[in-house]
């Protein structure tokens, strides 16, 4: 529809575009909308090497947040750590909630940015300080299951919350306003669009298989 288009500022590549505006968007209205980060507040964002992780770990600290950000690998931790993540957790080595809790004091976080779902979620709620935010938008390791209200009642007087892009940009007026946004930062430098993987648009499967089997960073785009 006309009403979904954008006009590309000239300092956007076309690249660049393929690569950011579902992923920036959504970094966008996370940051900026369902938690608006504050100076001086610590976050955790989940997958913090892949593509909406690279750009919120990027964006978060560029608005004085201290990051942490969970990984599955080394390599995957420096790349996390190169975008503004202060404190890499690999989940494959380390208790991501006993990590949270000593990097904070037993504070806990402000928010959580939770794209991975089932696998997560509790482990989540758990690194989360009294009154924080968790934003579970996604579910890559499956949905979560039934929660009872009271749970959040019982770790600290929670705020829960599963958002949707398309419900944050339904109005023209907010798509308008976050792509402006999304734009003035990787127009000025605090946001880096990482574009990892470019396939040919004929071997799309391809590009599903290494999605599938986790072995992308950053952002995948397929070229004519």
């Not at 976050?178 to 734009?183: H, K, M, Q, R, V």
Request: aromatic content about 6%.
């Amino acid at each position: 529809a006309a009403d979904r288009l954008v006009a590309l500022p000239e300092s956007i590549s076309d690249e660049q575009a393929a690569g950011m505006m579902l992923k920036g968007l959504t970094a966008q209205y996370l940051l900026r909308r369902t938690y608006r980060v504050q100076p001086g507040d610590t976050v955790l964002v989940h997958a913090a090497a892949g593509g909406v992780g690279l750009i919120a770990c990027q964006w978060a600290h560029h608005l004085g947040a201290t990051v942490i950000g969970t990984v599955g690998s080394a390599d995957k931790a420096a790349l996390a750590q190169a975008h503004g993540c202060h404190y890499p957790v690999n989940y494959r080595e380390e208790d991501f909630v006993e990590r949270v809790r000593e990097i904070t004091g037993g504070a806990g976080v402000a928010a959580v940015y939770d794209s991975v779902g089932q696998d997560t979620f509790m482990g989540s709620l758990d690194c989360l300080r009294p009154m924080g935010t968790m934003a579970s938008f996604g579910q890559s390791s499956g949905s979560v299951p039934p929660l009872d209200p009271g749970i959040l009642a019982q770790k600290g007087s929670l705020f829960l919350t599963r958002p949707t892009l398309f419900t944050y940009m339904a109005r023209r007026e907010d798509l308008l306003a976050s792509t402006a946004e999304i734009f003035d930062v990787v127009t000025r430098g605090a946001v880096r669009i990482e574009v990892n993987q470019r396939f040919a648009l004929g071997d799309a499967a391809g590009a599903h298989r290494d999605l599938e089997a986790r072995r992308t960073t950053g952002s995948t785009i397929l070229l004519p």
